[in-house]
C-alpha cells in the first residue's frame, strides 16, 4: 500500500515531442506528489510537485496531470529537449517520508 | 548558499567490514533523511533524523544506523557488509518537511 508504481521504465522521444510518464498509487493518505530529475553522477532533484487538490499544475515545460478519482498522475515534458534526458522518478508523501517510483529513464533523440 | 555535501563521494570497502557516511545539510535545515538507491529497488528510504532525535525509520536491518549532531550535521553507519549493501546512499535535508528536500550527489559504496 506504501508503494508507488511507474511507466515505462525508459522512453525513447524526439526531440520537440511529449514525454509522458505515469504513476500510480493506493494510498489515499499520500499527500503531496513530486517528481525529481536525475542526471548520471548527482542526486534528484525537485522538478515540480502538486497537492491532491488540484489536478494540474504547469512549469515552464513540465506539466503534472493528477486524477485523485483514479490515483494516478503523470508528468508531461512539452518540446522535449536532449537536456531533458535523465532518469525521472516520481514520489508520494506520506507516514512523514517520500515513498519513490522505480524511475523512467528518458533518452531524447536530436 | 552551499547545497547538500556528502562526503565520501566514494567508498570500496570489503564484506564484513563497517562504513561510516557523512551528511551535511544545507544551512537552516534541521531534518535529513537518508536513502538507499540501486538499479533493482530504486530508492528506499532509510531513516530521518530531525534535532537529533530519529523521527522514522525504513524497512532495513539493525546494521544501518544513523545519528545527527547538535548542528544537524548527520552520520550513517553500515555494519558487517554485505556484498547487496553496494549501492548509491543519498542524503536529503530539508527545513522540517519532505516539501523542501534537497538531496546530495550521495556516496558510491562497493562492498567486494
Known amino acids: 500500500q506504501q508503494q508507488v508504481k511507474q511507466s515505462p521504465q525508459s522512453l525513447i522521444v524526439q526531440k520537440g515531442g511529449i514525454s509522458i510518464i505515469n504513476c500510480a498509487y493506493e494510498?489515499?493518505?499520500?499527500?503531496?506528489f513530486p517528481w525529481y530529475q536525475q542526471f548520471p553522477g548527482k542526486g534528484p532533484a525537485l522538478l515540480i510537485a502538486i497537492r491532491p487538490d488540484v489536478s494540474e499544475k504547469k512549469e515552464g515545460r513540465f506539466t503534472i496531470s493528477f486524477n485523485k478519482s483514479a490515483k494516478q498522475f503523470s508528468l508531461h515534458i512539452m518540446d522535449s529537449q536532449p537536456g531533458d534526458s535523465a532518469t525521472y522518478f516520481c514520489?508520494?508523501?506520506?507516514?512523514?517520508?517520500?515513498?519513490f517510483g522505480t524511475g523512467t529513464r528518458l533518452l531524447v533523440s536530436p | 548558499k552551499a547545497g547538500v555535501t556528502q562526503t565520501p563521494r566514494y567508498l570500496i570497502k570489503t564484506r564484513g567490514q563497517q562504513v561510516t557516511l557523512s551528511c551535511s545539510p544545507i544551512?537552516?535545515?534541521?531534518?535529513v533523511s537518508w536513502y538507499q538507491q540501486t538499479p533493482g529497488q530504486g530508492l528506499q528510504f532509510l531513516f530521518e533524523?530531525?534535532?537529533?532525535?530519529?523521527?522514522n525509520k525504513g524497512n532495513f536491518p539493525g546494521r544501518f544506523s544513523g545519528r545527527q549532531f547538535s548542528n544537524s550535521r548527520s552520520e550513517m553507519n553500515v555494519s558487517t557488509l554485505e556484498l547487496g549493501d553496494s549501492a548509491l546512499y543519498l542524503c536529503?535535508?530539508?527545513?522540517?518537511?519532505?516539501?523542501?528536500?534537497?538531496f546530495g550527489s550521495g556516496t558510491r559504496l562497493t562492498v567486494v
Open positions: 544551512s537552516g535545515h534541521r531534518s
Open positions: 494510498n489515499t493518505a499520500f499527500d503531496y
Open positions: 514520489a508520494a508523501r506520506g507516514f512523514q517520508k517520500l515513498v
Open positions: 536529503a535535508s530539508s527545513p522540517g518537511t519532505v516539501d523542501g528536500y534537497t
Open positions: 533524523y530531525f534535532s537529533e532525535t530519529q523521527r
